[in-house]
C-alpha cells in the first residue's frame, strides 16, 4: 500500500530557531518522493523532491530509506516560512501523487 | 508562461444533478491530473490523461470521469452529485519530459459546493 504520514497537524516555532517537519512513507519499490507548499491565498508548489539534492528558501531533505522517511528542515526558521506543507510520493516517473495530511507550520516573531 | 486555470472557480450545485470541470494546462505540457481536496480526506488523486488517454485512474466512484482534448485542455465530470462530492478539485500539469522531470504545476482549484 502506498501511504504517507505526516504525524504533525499542527507546528509553531519561533523565529530563528529550527524546524523539522516529519514525512514517513510506505511504499513497495523506489519511490519519488517530494515536498509541496502552500502559502496563503497562494496554489500548491513544488518546494522540493529528493532527486534533485537541493536546497529552496534554505530547506532541505534526505531522503531515508532505513526509516523509510522524508523530513523536511530549515536550520533557522522565517515569518515568511508560514505556510501548509505537504509531503508525497510517487512511483519513479509517474504523475500519480499520494498525498500525506500537511502539517500548518505557523513562525511565531 | 501563463500557469494552469481552471474554470469555474466556484460552483454551486444540488445532490443529484452533474457538473462539468475545465483544466487548462501550461502551454506545453501533456499530462494533467485531477485532484480532489476534502479536510477529512486530503489530497486525494482521480485520475491523470496524457495524450487524450487515462494513463491512471485513483478509487473514486464511476461517477468521476474525465477526458483530454487533443489541445491538453482536460475536463472532469461528476454525474448524480452527492453531498460528500463537496470539494476543491485541483488539476495539476506536468511537462512529462525525460525520467525524472514530472513536477506538478497546480491550479487555483474549484470549489464544488453540493446542497
Known amino acids: 500500500a502506498q501511504r504517507v504520514t505526516q504525524p504533525e497537524k499542527l507546528l509553531s516555532v519561533f523565529k530563528g530557531a529550527p524546524v523539522e517537519l516529519k514525512c514517513n512513507y510506505s511504499?513497495?519499490?523506489?519511490?519519488?518522493l517530494f515536498w509541496y507548499v502552500q502559502y496563503s491565498r497562494q496554489r500548491l508548489q513544488l518546494l522540493l523532491r529528493h532527486i534533485s539534492r537541493e536546497s529552496i528558501k534554505g530547506f532541505t531533505a534526505d531522503l531515508n530509506k532505513g526509516e523509510t522517511s522524508f523530513h523536511l528542515k530549515k536550520p533557522f526558521a522565517q515569518e515568511e516560512d508560514s505556510a501548509m506543507y505537504y509531503c508525497?510520493?510517487?512511483?519513479?516517473?509517474?504523475?500519480?501523487?499520494?498525498f500525506g495530511q500537511g502539517t500548518r507550520l505557523t513562525i511565531n516573531p | 508562461k501563463a500557469g494552469v486555470t481552471q474554470t469555474p472557480r466556484y460552483l454551486i450545485k444540488t445532490r443529484g444533478q452533474q457538473v462539468t470541470l475545465s483544466c487548462s494546462p501550461i502551454?506545453?505540457?501533456?499530462?494533467v491530473s485531477w485532484y480532489q481536496q476534502t479536510p477529512g480526506q486530503g489530497l486525494q488523486f482521480l485520475f491523470e490523461y496524457f495524450s487524450e488517454t487515462q494513463r491512471n485512474k485513483g478509487n473514486f466512484p464511476g461517477r468521476f470521469s474525465g477526458r483530454q482534448f487533443s489541445n491538453s485542455r482536460s475536463e472532469m465530470n461528476v454525474s448524480t452529485l452527492e453531498l460528500g462530492d463537496s470539494a476543491l478539485y485541483l488539476c495539476a500539469s506536468s511537462l512529462v519530459g525525460t525520467s525524472g522531470n514530472n513536477e506538478q504545476f497546480f491550479g487555483p482549484g474549484t470549489r464544488l459546493t453540493v446542497l
Open positions: 511504499y513497495s519499490g523506489s519511490p519519488e
Open positions: 502551454s506545453g505540457h501533456r499530462s
Open positions: 508525497a510520493l510517487s512511483g519513479m516517473g509517474a504523475q500519480k501523487l499520494v
